[in-house]
Each structure stands twice: as C-alpha cells, then as structure tokens.
Nanobody, 122 residues
Framework: QVQLVESGGGSVQAGDSLRLSCVAS????????LGWFRQAPEKEREGVAA???????GYAESVKGRFTISQDNAKDTLYLEMNSLKPSDTAMYYC????????????????WGQGTQVTVSS
C-alpha cells in the first residue's frame, strides 16, 4: 500500500519561495511516477508537476519556469521547489502516485497524501 506524507506548506507573500516535501513508502518511486496536484476551494484538482524514475518530468503550463520537481530516491522523498509564488498558487497541495507523468498532470492518480496548505498573499 502506497503511503505519502507531505510537509513544507505555509503562508507566504507573493514572490516568495517554498519547498514542499513528500516522504513515500519504501521504493514507491520504483513502481510509480510521483508528482503533485493541487486543489483550491470550489475548484477542480489541477495537476502541477510529475516525475518518473526514468527522469521524465512534466509541468502544468501555469507553473512552468517557476516550479521544479525532484526526487531523492535514497531518502524516498519527493520535492517541489516553488519560486515566484502568486496568489493564484494558493491551494492544498497533494503528493500523488500514478502510472505516468501525463496521468498525474491530469490528476488521474491512484494514491495521494493528506495534503499541505500553501497560501500566497498579495
């Protein structure tokens, strides 16, 4: 059973940076692609970024050039470095596992964590 635990959210000002972390259960990265989706109140899930063990990555257009996804397989940890944050980035961010980069960016995921809140004020 895949277990994912996120951390690193917070309240920041526009233009600030945050780094989210996600600790995955043992060697999840070898079985699934990992990534992040977000959901703001009264809005649908939005895939943000994803990475697979072959190094393939993908990003939503809205975050390209500002967010970077990476993983440390030795630590079973996934990261999302978020720079130049905007109020429109405000959402609950979920770490997720899925079959491909495209699936995660479409928020078609099979497992996700409890989420970490990111709030960006102007």
């Amino acid at each position: 059973q895949v277990q994912l635990v996120e951390s690193g959210g917070g309240s920041v000002q526009a233009g600030d940076s945050l780094r989210l972390s996600c600790v995955a259960s043992d060697r999840t990265y070898s079985k699934y692609c990992l990534g992040w989706f977000r959901q703001a109140p009264e809005k649908e899930r939005e895939g943000v970024a994803a990475i697979c063990s072959d190094g393939n990555t993908g990003y939503a257009e809205s975050v390209k050039g500002r967010f970077t996804i990476s993983q440390d397989n030795a630590k079973d940890t996934l990261y999302l470095e978020m720079n130049s944050l905007k109020p429109s980035d405000t959402a609950m961010y979920y770490c997720a596992a899925g079959p491909s980069v495209a699936a995660i960016l479409a928020a078609r995921v099979g497992a996700w964590g409890q989420g970490t809140q990111v709030t960006v004020s102007s």
